[in-house]
Structure formats: C-alpha cells, structure tokens
C-alpha cells in the first residue's frame, strides 16, 4: 500500500482539475499580462491582452492585443500564434512554477471554481490490476523478428520488449512513470494490436526509458519506433502511444530533456499534433525540432532504413523551414 504524501494530494489535485481565479483580470495583472481590453459576453468577459507567448513563439512582440482569456473558463488562447491553455499553464508559464505551485498560487488569489480537465484518469477495475507475474509468459524477442525490423536485442532489454511465443506477437509494456509500476502492455503484431487489460492509462506514462535524463529527447508515437531510434544508437527516445500527446506526457518529457525532436508519424494527425504542441509548449521552455521528413514517402521511423532514419533525426529542424 502507497502512503499519500501531502505533496502527492497537490500533485493529484493539480492535475486533475483546473482552478481558475475569482478575479481574472487581477491575477492576469499579477502575472504581468496586463487586459488592454474586455469583451462582455452573455455570462462571461473576454479580457484581451498582448500575447505573453509571442515572442518564444514568433520572433515578433505581440502589438495586437491578440491574447484572450475567458473569465469563466480561465481558459486563454492567442489567435495569432495559437499560444493555448488553462488558466494554471498561464501560472505555470509566467511564474516559473511547477503544476502544484501554480495551484496553490491560484488558491491563494481564491478559487471562482475548478473545471476538470481531459485528463481525468481512466479507471482501473482492482480485478484488472496485474503484476509483474504477468510478464513470465513471454520471452525476449528471437532474432529473426529482430531483424524483421532492424532491432538490437540490447534496444529490447533497455525498454523491457518482450515476445508472445504463441502468436509471435511483440509485449510492450506500459509503467507508472514514477514508481515503474507495471500497468500493463501494448500487444502488436503486423496489422494488430491491442492494450492489456483495456483502458490501460497509456495517456498519464510514455513509453522508454523512464530513468533517461539528457539534453535531446525524441518523441516518436510508436514504441517499436522508440525502440528502432535506441537500436540505431539515438539516445532518449520516448513513445506516446499515438498522435494525440497528453499534457501529462509532455510535462514528462520537459522535466527529462532540455531539447526535443518531435518525431509523430509523418501523416495529417502526425503533423497536426505537433504544431499543437510546438505552440503549446514553445513558449513554455522548451526547445523542439521536428524530425526530418522533407524528401522521403516515410510515414514513421520504423518506414526508413538505418541511413535514412539516422540522417531525418541529425537534420532536425525548426517548424518554419518546413513550409518554405
Ligand atoms: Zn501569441
């Protein structure tokens, strides 16, 4: 049984709900965003402001104001840049603060009412809770699959890659980001795969070595991906088991890295979710590249051979070059 740390309560209230101050306008003030306008809706106000974000994200002061935040929701956003949030990102941003102490900081201004977020843990049945136990059925990866898609067998023993004997299947598992407990696995095959036991919490962990901390992370949405990117002798690769990447998951990453490649699938969700994030989380400090696509039909990493991946992620590059 895990102890609950009053630390550990603030962690688990902070990023389960999004206060949002009593006084908007006052907190945005003390947090050096001062409204330049307000925009009076039905049951809520929009206060402008010039956007905080704009210059990490752009190059160029924001001379608008093309920042607003929602009294009601707390929730910001800038129509120019596309800098977005919570309320608590914008503390978070300004302050320099981690996701707790920008709680507190709200409640100490008075909280108006918390909104939940996405991020509502999916619920674990106590039934469906495994163990390491679980694990002893499978078996390190036979060479022949290694080699099937240019794996090391030293890549699969760092992240844990397993092999189901039975139908050949790869056993990816999923952990507890902080303690490394074993929440489950992502079964894959050629044109299969499924998550062990259902509704597993892939969204709250990533995928790699959880232990890594370097200067450059890559962030790929595949595991197998990572698990390529390791065997090809890049260091700090990362999993999010899809497009869509968590708040959660990145807050992993930027606490591990002090630069990172996004590497998502080089398709339509891919290249959305990363100018999403690229927005989100420039402005938030921390440094990105995209990995390398330009010239190639690849979809992900795992599409490339060696010398291809190798030279998409040594010419990583910013957003902007891409559009050229
Ligand atoms: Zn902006």
Request: hydrophobic share 35%; glycine share 8%; proline share 6%.
């Amino acid at each position: 049984m895990k102890t609950t740390s009053p630390t550990d309560v603030w962690e688990q209230l902070a990023a389960y709900s999004n206060p949002v101050p009593s006084d908007v306008a006052g907190a945005m003030s003390r947090l050096d965003v001062e409204v330049l306008r307000e925009l009076s809706g039905e049951d809520a106000t929009e206060f402008l402001a010039r956007c905080p974000a704009h210059r990490a994200l752009t190059g160029k002061a924001d001379r608008r104001p093309s920042f607003s935040v929602n009294s009601r929701s707390g929730l910001f956003h800038c129509f120019s840049c596309g800098y977005a949030g919570a309320f608590i990102d914008l503390v978070e941003d300004r302050l320099g603060l981690s996701r707790a102490e920008a709680f507190q900081w709200i409640a100490r201004q008075g909280i108006y009412r918390t909104r939940d977020t996405e991020e509502q843990p999916e619920r674990k049945k106590p039934e469906e809770r495994i163990t390491e136990a679980a694990l002893a059925l499978f078996e390190p990866p036979p060479a022949h699959a290694l080699d099937s898609r240019g794996l090391k067998a030293e890549a699969c023993a760092a992240f844990g890659v397993l092999w189901h004997p039975g139908n050949r299947h790869w056993i990816l598992p999923i952990r507890d980001p902080n303690t490394g407990e074993l929440w489950g696995w992502q079964e894959k095959g050629n044109r299969y795969f499924r998550n062990y036991p259902q509704g597993v919490t892939k969204s709250r962990t990533l995928f790699g070595n959880l232990a890594w901390k370097g200067s450059t992370a890559l962030l790929l949405e595949s595991p197998l991906d990572a698990v390529r990117a390791l065997s090809l002798g890049i260091d700090g690769a990362f999993a999010s088991f899809g497009a869509h990447v968590s708040e959660a998951q990145m807050r992993l990453i930027k606490v591990r890295c002090s630069t990172l490649v996004l590497g998502l699938d080089n398709d339509t969700a891919g290249r959305t979710s990363q100018d999403r994030l690229y927005a989100r989380w420039r402005p938030r400090g921390l440094p990105m590249r995209f990995l390398d696509y330009r010239g190639t039909p690849a979809k992900d990493l795992g599409d490339m051979d060696d010398d291809a991946a190798r030279s998409a992620y040594a010419g990583a590059h910013y957003p902007w070059r891409r559009r050229r």
